[in-house]
C-alpha cells in the first residue's frame, strides 16, 4: 500500500532564500511522482510532473528530483518570494498502476517579506 | 490545456436537502474522474472513482448512498450529496489524469459545502 510522507509540515523561511521540501513514498514502483500548489480555500495547481524514467524537472525556479530507489523527491525552491507561501503536496499513485493519487500531507510554506 | 471544470465553488444548504457538484473535463476525455474531500488542515482523501458508464467504486468507509457519482458522459462527472448533515461540510474536489503523459493529474478548483 502507497503511503506519502512529507516533511517539514510547516516551513518558514525568509525572502530570498533557497529551500527544499522532502516527499518520501513507499512503494517504489510507481508511474510517477507529482508535486502541487494549494492556497488556502483554493484547488490544486500542478507543478511539476516527474515521470519514473526521469530523475528531474525543472519550471522556473522550481526542480523536483526522484529517487525511486529510495523512494523519495525533493522539491527546490530557488530565491523565493512571498508569493511562494502556500501548501506544497506531493502525491503518486499507488505502485504498479495509473490509478488515484496518494497524498502526503503537505508542506505549508511562509515566505517572509 | 487540461482543464476541469468544477462548480459550483462554493455552496451554502440547509441540512436535509442535497447538493450537486459537477466537474466538467474542458479541453480533454476523461474516462475517469476522481472524487476527494479534504477537512481543514488535512490532506485529501480519495472519496470515490468513477468511471464512464459504469458504475463508481467508493472508498472504504464512504456511503454510496450518501454520495451519488454520475459519469454519463466522457467529459462531465457529478457528485451530489444526498440528505446533507453539518459532517458532510467539507471541501470537495474532483480530479482526472490527463492522456498523453505531460500534465498527469489535474484537478478541479474545488467546492465548498456548508451545510448548516
Known amino acids: 500500500k502507497q503511503e506519502v510522507t512529507q516533511i517539514p509540515a510547516a516551513l518558514s523561511v525568509p525572502e530570498g532564500e533557497n529551500l527544499v521540501l522532502n516527499c518520501s513514498f513507499t512503494?517504489?514502483?510507481?508511474?510517477?511522482l507529482q508535486w502541487f500548489r494549494q492556497d488556502p480555500g483554493k484547488g490544486l495547481t500542478s507543478l511539476l510532473l516527474?515521470?519514473?524514467?526521469?530523475r528531474e524537472q525543472t519550471s522556473g525556479r522550481l526542480n523536483a528530483s526522484l529517487d525511486k530507489s529510495s523512494g523519495r523527491s525533493t522539491l527546490y525552491i530557488a530565491a523565493s518570494q512571498p508569493g511562494d507561501s502556500a501548501t506544497y503536496l506531493c502525491?503518486?499513485?499507488?505502485?504498479?498502476?495509473?490509478?488515484?493519487?496518494?497524498f502526503g500531507k503537505g508542506t505549508k510554506l511562509s515566505v517572509k517579506p | 490545456g487540461a482543464v476541469v471544470s468544477q462548480h459550483p465553488s462554493r455552496v451554502i444548504c440547509k441540512s436535509g436537502t442535497s447538493v450537486k457538484i459537477e466537474c466538467r473535463s474542458l479541453?480533454?476525455?476523461?474516462?475517469?474522474m476522481f472524487w476527494y474531500r479534504q477537512f481543514p488542515k488535512q490532506s485529501l482523501m480519495l472519496m470515490a472513482t468513477?468511471?464512464?458508464?459504469?458504475?463508481?467504486?467508493?472508498e472504504q468507509g464512504v456511503e454510496k448512498d450518501k454520495f451519488l457519482i454520475n459519469h454519463a458522459s466522457l467529459t462531465l462527472s457529478t457528485l451530489t450529496v444526498t440528505s446533507a448533515h453539518p459532517e458532510d461540510s467539507s471541501f470537495y474536489i474532483c480530479?482526472?489524469?490527463?492522456?498523453?503523459?505531460?500534465?498527469?493529474?489535474?484537478f478541479g478548483s474545488g467546492t465548498r459545502l456548508t451545510v448548516v
Open positions: 480530479s482526472a489524469f490527463v492522456p498523453g503523459g505531460s500534465y498527469g493529474y489535474t
Open positions: 512503494d517504489s514502483a510507481i508511474y510517477n
Open positions: 516527474i515521470q519514473s524514467s526521469q
Open positions: 502525491a503518486a499513485p499507488p505502485g504498479g498502476s495509473q490509478g488515484n493519487l496518494i
Open positions: 479541453d480533454f476525455q476523461a474516462t475517469t
Open positions: 468513477s468511471n464512464e458508464g459504469s458504475k463508481a467504486t467508493y
